[in-house]
């Protein structure tokens, strides 16, 4: 089943109108649109569960709401979104459906591939999950030998790492305090040999997760864990360690057991999972072995709620829809280049790094499904960092540097980690902060301010123009109960719909990456002048700046 080619939107008569809108709008003030309207925030928030999305922060007006759904009826979004739930070929360029909603189905759930209901061996991966993570609790693993394993390390990198590492640093408050869960990604050495220098050969895990085993970065780290394994056990010692320390996740299960990885340690993933969608499959195993399969099918439960909403919720309570359509509106519209995400919640730190990869490699495109160039841009920059953090960095720039910077505010009522009286004040940061984005400091409240500490009007004046604040800076406030599996999923599954709604909006294929690929192929070519000796290997094709920064390297062996 093909997606039908798209239409480019900026043709679309809801673009037109919705340009419009964007100019009538422009003179008017976040300020001035609350003060104008006193059912501006029911109208202007929405919910799945718990999970609360306040968006009347934001630069729209409930009849920009209007335009953008009509924006996305007519670029036939509901369609699109039957089309991904049905196994329809969605990732165009490379022939694939896109069923990571299939990684989290309950019994009785159908998701097809190709004609085939998938769930049946999702579940039993998921099945092969726990007794793995069950073996490992009661140390029966074969080639362990009774001893305990006390550090596991994932080795991955993007999908297979951004994933379960930040999910296990958002759940950390549930984490077995008898077991470590670790991650390297990096080819950099400091990254694999920092950790390794404080860990015992004889207890330690590795799971190589690859979903092509190819990765240059994951099977060097392999490659080095191994044999920093072997040397550390036995002369023969060494079968033991692979069949009974070495674990893979892996679409290329011919690629792992030539590793040596023997086959019950491998654990299957799917073409039709993207790696940056694949949190949900045995991609989660270290998350699995560090919170425990009970609570990271919570996680997935979470998910299905999310896919449910989006599937089955009208359109105009769609909340990834909305988040989409607030994207377009932001990055098409009022043309923010880039959008921050901050998170006040020190264990979920790590959410815009994977947001970075989540959002930025599925909608970082300039070609439409149809392989025509776009009228339009797509992806802005995810960027940002866990608050109150964040506002002792960069806010400044924020709420004066007069560029428009869009934030996505992420918050939990409750604390993972209560410590009196901590969780009221950032909880009041960050509902402070969407404010004073929101509303700023005119020039009137600033003299005010100043006059009432006592200034002298020369004093004032001198002041006066670094104490206003133009405000008017967007931000949606995302809230939930707490930092739970089923929460983190529901969020985590929220943003990945909305990139979804987002590329179809745009009319682009979020499920390929081919703008990753040109520096891994020059990567590759490069190697041999790097490893070469200092004249060896300097191919004369090489660009002559390549070509001095190579032989800095060698002068400085
Ligand atoms: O960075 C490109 C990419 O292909 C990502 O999409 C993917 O998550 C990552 O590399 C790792 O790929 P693999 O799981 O095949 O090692």
């Given amino acids: 089943m093909e997606m039908t080619t798209p239409l480019d939107p900026t043709t679309l008569p809801a673009w037109h109108a919705l340009t419009r809108e964007a100019e009538a709008l422009q003179a008017t003030h976040l300020r001035e649109l609350f003060a104008a309207d006193s059912e501006r925030v029911p109208q202007l928030t929405s919910s799945c569960g718990e999970l609360l999305v306040d968006f009347s922060k934001q630069r729209v007006t409930a009849r920009t709401m209007a335009l953008l759904h009509a924006l996305a009826r007519e670029a036939g979004v509901d369609r699109q979104i039957a089309g991904l739930y049905a196994g329809a ?38 099945e092969r999950m726990r007794a793995f993570c069950s073996r490992m609790d009661s140390d029966s693993r074969p080639g362990t030998a009774g001893r305990s394993i006390t550090d596991v390390v994932n080795l991955g990198i993007g999908g297979s790492d951004l994933g379960p590492r930040m999910a296990a640093q958002a759940l950390c408050a549930r984490a077995n305090p008898m077991r470590r869960v670790h991650f390297v990604s990096n080819i950099d050495g400091a990254d694999l040999a920092s ?50 320390q070495f674990v893979a996740i892996t679409a290329n299960v011919k690629a792992a057991a030539a590793f040596g990885i023997a086959a019950e340690n491998i654990f299957a993933f799917w073409e039709w999972v993207g790696g940056r969608y694949s949190l949900w499959s045995a991609v989660g ?92 841009g797509t992806s802005p920059i995810v960027w940002g960092s866990a608050g109150s953090d964040a506002q002792h960095a960069y806010f400044q720039l924020l709420h004066q540097g007069g560029r428009l910077v869009p934030c996505d505010f992420i918050a939990f009522a409750e604390s993972d980690f209560p410590l009196p009286g901590h969780h009221d004040q950032l909880l009041a940061n960050c509902f402070a902060q969407s404010e004073a984005l929101m509303h700023g400091r005119t020039e009137a409240e600033a003299r005010r301010e100043l006059a ?72 590759t070519q490069l190697l041999p002048a790097l490893t070469g000796s200092e004249n060896a290997g300097m191919d004369a094709r090489l660009n002559p700046s390549t070509r001095q920064l190579i032989a800095y390297c060698h002068r400085y062996r």
Avoid at 224 to 235: D, F, I, K, T, V
Avoid at 286 to 312: Q, T
Avoid at 479 to 505: D, N, Q, W
Wanted: hydrophobic share 45%; no cysteine.
């Fill in 285 to 376: 195993l270290s998350l699995a072995l560090a919170i425990g399969m009970d609570d990271f099918e919570a996680m997935l439960a979470g998910a299905r709620e999310m896919d449910r909403h989006f599937r089955d919720a009208p359109a105009e309570q769609k909340l990834p829809l909305t988040l989409a359509l607030l994207e377009v509106w932001n990055s098409n519209f009022l043309a923010a280049q880039t959008r921050a995400v901050i998170p006040y919640s020190r264990s979920l730190h790590l959410f815009p790094s994977y947001l970075q990869q989540l959002e930025m490699e599925s909608n970082g495109k300039s070609v439409g499904r149809d392989g025509q160039r776009l009228h339009t």
């Fill in 89 to 126: 070929t969605v990732n165009v360029s490379e022939g694939r459906a896109a069923l990571h909603m299939a990684l989290r189905a309950d019994d009785g759930e159908v998701y097809h591939d190709a004609g085939r209901n998938v769930v049946p061996e999702v579940q039993r991966e998921r």
């Fill in 452 to 523: 009432n500490a006592g200034l002298a009007e020369t004093e004032i004046a001198r002041l006066l123009p670094h104490k206003i604040f133009a405000g008017n800076q967007p931000s949606t406030t995302i809230l939930l109960p707490s930092l739970s599996p089923r929460t983190l999923g529901m969020l985590i599954a929220l943003y990945e719909h909305k990139v979804f709604a987002a590329a179809a909006l745009w009319g682009i294929n979020p499920f390929d990456q081919w703008g990753v690929e040109l520096g891994k192929q020059l990567a």
């Fill in 195 to 244: 950790l390794l220098a404080g860990l015992d050969p004889r207890r330690t895990l590795f799971i190589v997760v690859s979903k092509t085993f190819t990765t240059q970065e994951t099977l060097a780290n392999a490659r080095s864990a191994l044999a920093w394994a072997r040397a550390g056990l036995p002369a023969d010692a060494g079968s033991e360690v692979l069949a009974g």
